[in-house]
């Protein structure tokens, strides 16, 4: 009985000391540091190359790393800080390469067709299509996969965020040069400008939705839909691309 008791104890207690071990280590031994500073130091050398040269060839390297530096940089720092994750790297990276590209294609597809059938198409009508179209593989998961804590909902619903908006800016970044002529300090402002927002923007509303959906399965042992996250998921999703800057 004794010994039944210590196991408990130490199976409880071994999580909360795994986080406090991630916590005291030091930020430049973190993996997402260390990605983001050597994302920046790529990123340099090839838009100085870029410039030296005045060889286009340069050009799609430089507006990849400049999409995907945060992005990566955000997905990995939350899958390094959250609890008591239990999602491996394989379905993350699913969900960040088959998420981000499935939605863009959805979304795209859906604002074309608006379109073509309103001769408009609203902020808000871009905001819905766009939310519900990340939402499509983490919820896949949602209801056929094993992960069932609420930390792994936020890891992937993030993780498809975090790629949908690294491709948006990619075409942005792209749009912008060639209507600012090949002005790399346009290109600039474009991709720091989104990047920095991306977290606060896709990133917070989809993890957000998908904290919810995970935390009320756990609360209903099963997968549900109620009022709490169609309330959750209806307030961001009008405030979303209220700031995104016109590719122009």
Not at 171 to 185: H, I, M, V
Request: overall charge positive; aromatic content about 12%; charged content about 15%.
């Amino acid at each position: 009985m004794e010994r039944s008791s210590v196991s408990q104890v130490a199976s409880a207690t071994a999580p909360r000391q795994e986080n406090q071990d991630k916590a005291r280590i030091r930020p430049w031994r973190r993996h997402w540091f260390q990605i983001f500073v050597s994302g920046l130091v790529l990123l340099f050398l090839v838009e100085r190359t870029l410039v030296a040269t005045g060889n286009p060839n340069y050009v799609p390297s430089a507006i990849l790393l400049g999409a995907f530096l945060v992005p990566v940089t955000f997905t990995t720092y939350l899958y390094e800080r959250l609890p008591n994750w239990d999602v491996p790297l394989p379905p993350l990276a699913i969900c960040f390469i088959w998420g981000g590209v499935l939605g863009m294609v959805v979304a795209g597809t859906l604002e074309y067709d608006v379109i073509r059938t309103l001769g408009f198409l609203p902020k808000m009508g871009i905001g819905v299509i766009e939310e519900g179209a990340k939402l499509i593989l983490p919820l896949v998961f949602y209801f056929f996969g094993r992960y069932r804590s609420e930390a792994a909902g936020i890891v992937l619903g993030v993780a498809t965020a975090m790629s949908f908006a690294a491709l948006e800016t990619m075409g942005y970044g792209f749009t912008s040069l060639l209507a600012s002529k090949g002005n790399l300090g346009v290109l600039d402002e474009v991709l720091l400008f989104r990047g920095l927002m991306s977290p606060a923007g896709h990133a917070a509303w989809t993890g957000l939705v998908c904290a919810v959906l995970w935390r009320e399965r756990v609360k209903a042992g099963h997968a549900t839909f109620n009022w709490r996250v169609g309330e959750r998921s209806r307030r961001p999703s009008s405030y979303t691309h209220c700031g995104t800057p016109s590719p122009a």
